[in-house]
């Protein structure tokens, strides 16, 4: 089962793409975390990104291409894969079309979480994420804070801000994704696969909805 998560930084793609990957049983293979492990542990696709991700811009696509080829020929995605924040532009998605041609694979499920953009800085301000690489739970400090005040309920590491979540970075990453990831919708819109779904509200609700959704489109 093949998935695909859009939406604008902030929609919440993080907070349920590990619910459904967790209830689908398949791997969330996020973008973001990924470059931010690999800035961590200081590898060469790692030193290339990070002066990007510090500007609120897109990381070269040389550098995600190859990662994501690595990910979905692993056996790990052998039963299908969500991912999350790649493709981001027109190239990628067709660099993903390639890929997935080769693996002999189709994206069955193509999700828009649609968010009224007036929500989205305070959501990127106030998250606080799970500092435990095998969790990377997001929360926020008012919308879904924490039990205990900096620990994770899930696995109870400290919490912490991520570096590009500083409001004067915002406005730049919301204009990134308006020029070259919004025009994914309609890439996408053009196959029967694209499914919206509204991310204002529960994430509760949101999730209910979504597991509906992949239900009807793929079966899932
Ligand atoms: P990435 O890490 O992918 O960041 P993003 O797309 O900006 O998305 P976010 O992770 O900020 O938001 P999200 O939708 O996951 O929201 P979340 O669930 O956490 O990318 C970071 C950078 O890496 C990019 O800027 C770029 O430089 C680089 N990069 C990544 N992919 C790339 C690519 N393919 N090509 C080139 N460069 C790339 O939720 C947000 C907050 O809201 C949380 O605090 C959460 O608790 C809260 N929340 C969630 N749902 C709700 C709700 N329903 N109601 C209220 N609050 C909610
Ligand atoms: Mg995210």
């Given at each position: 089962m093949q998935i695909l998560f859009l939406g604008a930084p902030g929609a919440g793609k993080g907070t349920q793409c590990k619910r459904v990957a967790k209830q689908?049983?398949?791997?969330?293979?996020?973008?973001?975390?990924?470059?931010?492990?690999?800035?961590?542990?200081?590898?060469?696709?790692g030193v290339k990104a990070k002066s990007f991700m510090d500007q609120g811009v897109l990381v070269p696509d040389d550098v995600l291409i190859a990662m994501f080829r690595d990910k979905l020929s692993s056996s790990d995605c052998a039963k299908g894969f969500l991912l999350d924040g790649f493709p981001r532009n027109l190239a990628q998605a067709e660099a993903l079309d390639a890929m997935l041609k080769e693996i002999k694979k189709d994206l069955l499920c193509v999700v828009d979480l649609k968010v009224d953009p007036s929500l989205l800085t305070e959501?990127?301000?106030?998250?606080?994420?799970?500092?435990?690489?095998?969790?990377?739970?997001?929360?926020?400090?008012?919308?879904?804070?924490?039990?205990?005040?900096?620990?994770?309920?899930?696995?109870?590491?400290?919490?912490?801000?991520r570096d590009d979540d500083k409001e004067e970075l915002v406005a730049k990453r919301l204009t990134t994704?308006?020029?070259q990831t919004a025009p994914l919708i309609e890439y996408y819109g053009k196959r029967s696969i694209l499914k919206t779904i509204n991310g204002d509200g529960e994430p509760e609700a949101i999730f209910t909805e979504l597991l509906a959704a992949l239900q009807s489109k793929c079966h899932a």
């Open positions: 689908l049983n398949i791997p969330h293979l996020s973008s973001g975390d990924l470059l931010r492990e690999a800035v961590k542990a200081g590898t060469e696709a959501r990127i301000t106030g998250r606080r994420v799970c500092t435990n690489k095998a969790c990377l739970t997001p929360f926020h400090i008012k919308f879904q804070p924490p039990a205990k005040e900096g620990h994770c309920d899930t696995c109870g590491s400290t919490l912490m801000t994704y308006n020029e």
